[in-house]
C-alpha cells in the first residue's frame, strides 16, 4: 500500500493540470486568472488582459458571453464600452439564429463559410456595420439542403450567382417583397418575477414584456398599430423601424416591418400604484397638542 501510494503521487505530481495549447503571455495571463479564480463557478463577462495591448497604455479585454454550451467572445481595446460589444455579440447570435436556426457546435462546424462571411459583412475594420439580417441576407445567401448537395457533388451552377448590392431605400426590407398572402402575426410575451411572502402577499414585483411580429406582407406596407392603454408599457425599446417621434407625440406605433419575424419592442410594465390610506388623529392640552 505504502509504494502504491508513491506510485500514485508521483503520477499526480508529473500530470499537468490542463493542457496548453499555445504558450503565449495573453493565455499565461488568461490561465493565471482561471486558477486564481478556481472557487468561482462563473467567468467575469470581462476579461482584462494587458498583454495584449503593444503599447502597454490601456490594454484590451475579452467580452463574452455563453449560449446553449458555445462560448462567443469579442476582444476589444482601448476606451469601448463594454456594453457596446455585448449588444454587438447579441446581435450576431440573433443573425446566426436566423441563418442556422439552431446554433450548435455540429451547425456552425458546417457551415463555418457561412459564419465567417456573415463576421466579414457585419464588422467593418472592427466597426458594426451591416446589421440587419434583411440586408444580409441579400449579401450573403442563406443556406440550402440545395445548395449543399450541389457543392459535394461538385455543381457550380449555383455557386457563382452574382449577388446584386443591396440598394434598398428602407436599411431593414428587401426590395420587391412578394407574398401570395398578405398577413401579419403579433405575439406579446409578458414575464413576471415577484417576491412573495408565505402568506402569499407580494412583496416586489416586476413585468418585463416583448412584442414580436411576423410580417407577410408585400411591397412595402406603412402600418399603424394602436393600443389602448399605453401607460401600461414603460421604458419601451423600439425596433429602428418605428418612428419614435409619432410615438412621442400621438402614442401609437407607425412603421414599415421588416419581412419575416423580428422584435418590434421591449418594455417594462410600471408597478401599479399600492391604495394607501392615511387616517389622522389629533389631541390638543394646555401645554400644547400631538
Known amino acids: 500500500m505504502g509504494e502504491l501510494a508513491k506510485a500514485l503521487s508521483a503520477n499526480k505530481q508529473q500530470a499537468p493540470d490542463h493542457v496548453q495549447l499555445h504558450d503565449s503571455p495573453a493565455q499565461r495571463s488568461v490561465a493565471a486568472k482561471a486558477d486564481s479564480d478556481a472557487e468561482v463557478t462563473e467567468l467575469e463577462p470581462v476579461l482584462w488582459v494587458n498583454s495584449f495591448s503593444h503599447s502597454g497604455s490601456n490594454g484590451s479585454a475579452l467580452c463574452h458571453i455563453e449560449r446553449d454550451g458555445l462560448r462567443y467572445l469579442v476582444p476589444v481595446s482601448g476606451e469601448v464600452n463594454p456594453l457596446f460589444a455585448f449588444a454587438f455579440l447579441e446581435s450576431f447570435l440573433e ?4 441563418y442556422l436556426g439552431d446554433v450548435t457546435e455540429g451547425t456552425v462546424k458546417d457551415n463555418f463559410d457561412i459564419v465567417y462571411m456573415l463576421i466579414e459583412e457585419m464588422l467593418d475594420e472592427g ?5 440587419e439580417t434583411n440586408m444580409l441576407k441579400d449579401i ?34 428587401r426590395p420587391g417583397v412578394r407574398h401570395s398572402n398578405n398577413e401579419i402575426y403579433f405575439d406579446i410575451e409578458e414575464m413576471l418575477d415577484a417576491i412573495v411572502d408565505r402568506k402569499g402577499k407580494t412583496i416586489s414585483g416586476q413585468v418585463w414584456g416583448r412584442i414580436s411580429c411576423n410580417s407577410r406582407l ?6 399603424l398599430l394602436t393600443f389602448a392603454n399605453v401607460s401600461v408599457m414603460g421604458e419601451p425599446a423600439f425596433h429602428p423601424c418605428i418612428r419614435y417621434n409619432r410615438w412621442e407625440r400621438d402614442s401609437v ?19 401599479a400604484q399600492v391604495p394607501l390610506t392615511l387616517k389622522a388623529r389629533v389631541t390638543t392640552d394646555a401645554t400644547g397638542g400631538e
Open 95 to 98: 443573425t446566426l439564429r436566423e
Open 127 to 131: 466597426h458594426p456595420m451591416t446589421m
Open 140 to 173: 450573403v445567401i442563406p443556406p440550402s439542403l440545395v445548395r449543399k448537395l450541389l457543392n459535394v457533388a461538385g455543381v457550380s451552377g449555383m455557386q457563382n450567382q452574382q449577388v446584386a448590392p443591396f440598394t434598398a431605400p428602407i436599411p431593414w426590407r
Open 218 to 223: 408585400s411591397g412595402n406596407p406603412d402600418l
Open 253 to 271: 406605433l407607425s412603421f414599415i416591418p421588416p419581412d419575416g419575424k423580428f422584435k418590434l419592442l421591449d418594455y417594462e410594465a410600471p408597478a
